[in-house]
């Protein structure tokens, strides 16, 4: 079982690694006008939800169902 703080760690670094994607993705639709591929958006939102069963305790993933 992984300490809060090991806990702590792995979220900023999920979280690092997805504001760095989503930056590269707004620059992609700001800049060089176009969308990403379906499959860029889809791993993104996998990974955030990933990242929500980490950081949400499950009494409330329980609820929510």
Partial sequence: MATAKEKKE???A???ILRAELR?????VTEELSLPEPTEV???M???EEL???IEPKSSRK???
């Fill in 10 to 12: 792995e979220v900023k």
């Fill in 14 to 16: 999920s979280l690092k």
């Fill in 24 to 28: 590269k993705m707004h620059l992609g």
């Fill in 42 to 44: 889809k791993k993104l």
């Fill in 46 to 48: 996998t990974q955030m």
């Fill in 52 to 54: 929500l069963l980490v």
């Fill in 63 to 65: 609820a929510k169902k």
